[in-house]
């Protein structure tokens, strides 16, 4: 297993358009969670997934982002609109279902909104 | 930020020295960890401590826990350029049914050759 995998590692796009991001977590780990970071700060949570169940929301999830899990494997992170607000780094992390332990990390994706 | 202060903000050293960081927190946890990121990548867990231990070590790290003062600290020893990055605590609430990670602002780290 080579971690967890998240693509396109860079994203540039017009504002108002929509953007997809795709993230491959462990392949045994049933936790999933997306979370975004900007310039000098620390990542804050978006979303989690127990397998394919999204069981929390931060409220930083507006009604623009949506983001699914099917089969509980791969998930994606849609963003419709996008605002120049939305540019950050968003990471998605993936953890085993036993305890609170570790989070494994993607590389992330750099969205840049112009 | 979103669950309390890291400092320093940024720390510059030389190699061979000591850097060490520190975190606070506001809420109980059930544990609290450490990461590092390099630049413009994805971030690294370098340590877990739980809330029932006071101090933890893994190579050059050793990590404190005071519950009672809602905070911890990271000190990584005989420092390398190669540590040259921002370093992150993030804590897991003691009520948390998802292990949600809630981020500091973290602390930028330069070691200088």
């Known amino acids: 297993d080579t971690g967890v995998s998240q693509n396109p590692r860079h994203k540039i796009t017009k504002r108002g358009q929509n953007v997809t991001f795709r993230c491959d977590p462990i392949s045994e780990h049933n936790r999933l969670y997306w979370y975004r970071q900007t310039l000098g700060q620390g990542p804050e949570f978006l979303t989690y997934?127990?397998?394919?169940?999204?069981?929390?929301k931060s409220r930083l999830l507006s009604d623009r982002f949506s983001a699914e899990r099917p089969k509980g494997s791969f998930s994606t992170l849609e963003i419709q609109r996008t605002e120049q607000g939305d540019s950050a780094m968003y990471l998605c992390?993936?953890?085993?279902?036993?305890?609170?332990?570790?989070?494994?990390f993607g590389q992330g994706t750099r969205l840049t909104v112009v | 930020s979103q669950q309390g202060e890291e400092d320093p903000q940024a720390l510059s050293i030389q190699e061979g020295e000591n850097a060490t960081m520190n975190c606070s927190y506001k809420t109980s946890i059930n544990n609290l960890q450490w990461y590092r990121q390099n630049s413009g990548r994805g971030l690294v867990h370098l340590i877990l401590i739980r809330s029932n231990e006071r101090e933890k070590h893994s190579g050059r790290l050793r990590v404190t826990l005071d519950t009672s003062k809602k905070s911890s600290s990271l000190l990584i020893t005989a420092s390398r350029a190669a540590d040259t990055a921002s370093y992150f605590c993030?804590?897991?609430?003691?009520?948390?049914?998802?292990?949600?990670?809630?981020f500091g602002q973290g602390t930028t780290l330069q070691v200088k050759p």
């Open positions: 993030a804590i897991i609430h003691g009520s948390s049914n998802t292990g949600k990670l809630i």
């Open positions: 992390a993936s953890s085993p279902q036993t305890g609170y332990t570790e989070a494994f």
């Open positions: 997934f127990q397998n394919e169940a999204q069981l929390e």
